[in-house]
Antibody, heavy 116, light 110 residues
Framework: QITLKESGPTLVKPKQTLTLTCTFS??????????VGWIRQPPGKALEWLAL???????RYSPSLKSRLTITKDTSKNQVVLTMTNMDPVDTATYYC????????WGQGTLVTVSS | QSALTQPASVSGSPGQSIAISCTGT?????????VSWYQQHPGKAPKLMIY???NRPSGVSNRFSGSKSGNTASLTISGLQAEDEADYYC??????????FGGGTKLTVL
């Protein structure tokens, strides 16, 4: 049974760096073809793909956010970490992590609010 | 990369069939058979309904089907049921080796 769960701060201030952790079970990020991605959804708006890391440590980022994002993995801990720098109120959203490549399993999401 | 284009809303009566389109370019939808569809109920995480254009994950009703022609993919729901009322999103792999989602479609079951 595959499960994922996001964790991190619920409130960050503008210009701060956000660090989110995805802790998963039921699969290994050392298995060929497997990845974990991050997707966000501002309140009342559409899903937006952010980043993805593969079993071989290949990393992909949204072109529009690439300069602000870093994704890493800790295979031994079954965790994937996403950092986003220079947070702005427009980054307020529910952030999801999902099992890749087809995002067939999702975490419950974590709402991050950016406000001073 | 620009978001894929979906109609903002579609509606249908119980028992009817509806289709939701997802239009991209030759750099995403048209270039790869890696289109997925997700269903999202309010306050819930998205659920995968279709992957690789037309494949259904185990447990998804066969009332849901997917197809693609050129740069446009489609999700068809037959025999509409009240529980199908939700937001639907498409996504596609791109030639930048990234992923892109559509703007979402709100399905109303009348």
């Amino acid at each position: 049974q595959i499960t994922l769960k996001e964790s991190g701060p619920t409130l960050v201030k503008p210009k701060q760096t956000l660090t989110l952790t995805c802790t998963f079970s039921g699969f290994s990020l050392s298995t060929s073809g497997v990845g974990v991605g991050w997707i966000r959804q501002p309140p009342g708006k559409a899903l937006e793909w952010l980043a993805l890391i593969y079993w071989d440590d290949d990393k992909r980022y949204s072109p529009s956010l690439k300069s602000r994002l870093t994704i890493t993995k800790d295979t031994s801990k079954n965790q994937v970490v996403l950092t986003m720098t220079n947070m702005d109120p427009v980054d307020t959203a529910t952030y999801y992590c999902a099992h890749s490549p087809v995002f067939d399993y999702w975490g419950q999401g974590t709402l991050v609010t950016v406000s001073s | 990369q620009s978001a894929l284009t979906q109609p903002a809303s579609v509606s249908g009566s119980p028992g009817q069939s509806i289709a939701i389109s997802c239009t991209g370019t030759s750099s995403d939808v048209g270039g790869y058979n890696y289109v997925s569809w997700y269903q999202q109920h309010p306050g819930k995480a998205p659920k995968l309904m279709i992957y690789d254009v037309s494949n259904r994950p185990s447990g998804v009703s066969n009332r849901f089907s997917g197809s693609k022609s050129g740069n446009t993919a489609s999700l068809t729901i037959s025999g509409l049921q009240a529980e199908d009322e939700a937001d639907y999103y498409c996504s596609s792999y791109t030639n930048s080796t990234t992923w892109v989602f559509g703007g979402g479609t709100k399905l109303t079951v009348l």
